[in-house]
């Protein structure tokens, strides 16, 4: 008789089990995702938004995550396996998985889909939106260069601080080592197994850029047309700050007359009046010359108003804006136009076949995204 002790495996677990919690997480955030992408005009249209100052928290719909449960039997009816079944060659059993509507004004018996809704941090929309969204024709300009400093791990040397240890380089010389004695194993590490990463600062330049945001108040600007055009110069703003360095950012108000504001007034500021849009062109040109040298800057002009314009200014407008793409990498020009109408300054701005030249109509609030995503289209993109 063997007096080897007998061994008992007194519990075994599948560990794969141990991961569900983190697979149905995994699950949740990817359906949290798309419902973004798919929401995302819809999303970005939201003037609470806005008057949170970037703070608010998103709630969307999600479709709950389905869990398999066992339902008892209440009625007669058959199931597979059980006894003759009725039904013949070529019989239609389902339609696509659709349930069946109602009928009527009664109400209806079908079961509805699990909604429930979740709570979307700003960031992780702006995370969708942004990857679509860049400065067309940025160029480095031989002026005005910013010195960024940028890390560049250039070499791997046998001494250094342990801070810098390659781990990975150190596990394969340990191993290789090790094998040529005989066994490819980690330990033991010896010292001169001991591989560290260096570095040098590298100095890289980054080109300037202004966008010089015109917004038309006048009088003819509803509650509609004010909120789509801030709806949009709130995204474009978030968009630049968060993707570039070196990009300042001048805020204009017109009506008759153009003024610089601040950021805060420019989002705030109600006006009334009549509407002279080439003044906010003449400021632009202005703020240019005596601030925004073409030689060190990108320059973006970008203007949203409800194409009602004075109609003896339509001529100006179309000169000045002549003059600012001659200085300019790109001009914007976003209307707000709910009824299809055949606005003054769209009329004459149909006439400018200049490339730089970008334009976008936006009908209802969710066009804001397309309107982002016409006038900041990267390069390349159809």
């Known amino acids: 008789m063997s007096d080897k002790p007998q061994q008992f495996i007194i519990s075994k677990e599948n560990w794969s089990l141990h991961r569900k919690g983190y697979q149905d997480q995994e699950r949740h955030r990817q359906k ?42 209440t009625n007669k009816s058959k199931h597979v396996g059980q006894g003759q079944g009725d039904s013949q060659v070529g019989d239609v059993v389902a339609r696509d998985g659709k349930a069946q509507q109602g009928q009527g ?37 031989e002026v005005a260069n910013i010195a960024t400093n940028k890390i560049e791990f250039n070499d791997i040397r046998k001494k250094g601080l342990m801070g810098n240890i390659d781990k ?24 001169d197994d001991l591989r560290f990463k260096t570095w040098d600062e590298v100095v890289k330049p980054e080109s300037r850029a202004v966008v010089l945001a015109m917004m038309d108040t006048s009088g003819s600007m509803g509650i509609f047309e004010k909120t789509c055009a801030r709806n949009f110069f709130f995204w474009m703003t978030r968009f630049l700050r968060s993707k570039y360095s070196a990009v300042d950012i001048e ?30 062109y003449a400021k632009a040109l202005q703020l240019i010359n005596e601030k925004y040298s073409p030689s060190r800057y990108n320059i973006y002009p970008v203007h949203f108003s409800d194409g009602e314009n004075l109609s003896s200014d339509n001529e100006r407008c179309l000169q000045l804006i002549e003059q600012l793409m001659e200085v300019s990498s790109m001009f914007g020009y976003g209307e707000v136009n709910a009824y299809s109408r055949t606005s003054a300054l769209m009329s004459a701005y149909n006439k400018i076949e200049n490339p730089k030249f970008r334009h976008y109509i936006i009908k209802r ?7 982002l995503k016409s006038i900041f289209k990267k390069e390349g993109v159809q």
């Open 365 to 371: 609030k969710a066009d804001v995204y397309d309107a």
């Open 105 to 141: 004004r009664e109400a209806g018996k079908e079961a509805g889909k699990d909604y429930y809704e979740a709570e979307v941090r700003l960031e992780d929309v702006e995370e969708i939106l942004f990857r679509q969204l860049a400065l067309p024709n940025l160029q480095q300009k």
């Open 32 to 73: 949290i995702d798309e419902a973004i992408k798919n929401n995302l005009p819809e999303l970005i249209s939201e003037e609470s938004i806005i008057l949170s100052n970037g703070r608010e928290v998103i709630k969307i719909p999600i479709r709950s995550l389905d869990e398999y449960k066992i339902r008892y039997n």
């Open 168 to 191: 990975k380089r150190t596990i394969l010389t340990a191993i290789k080592r090790n094998a040529i004695k005989g066994e490819a194993v980690i330990n033991p590490i010896h010292q």
């Open 251 to 280: 805020f204009i108000a017109h009506h008759t007359e153009a003024k610089i504001v601040t950021e805060e007034a420019f989002f705030t500021k109600g006006e009334s009046g009549g509407t002279i849009c080439s003044s906010a």
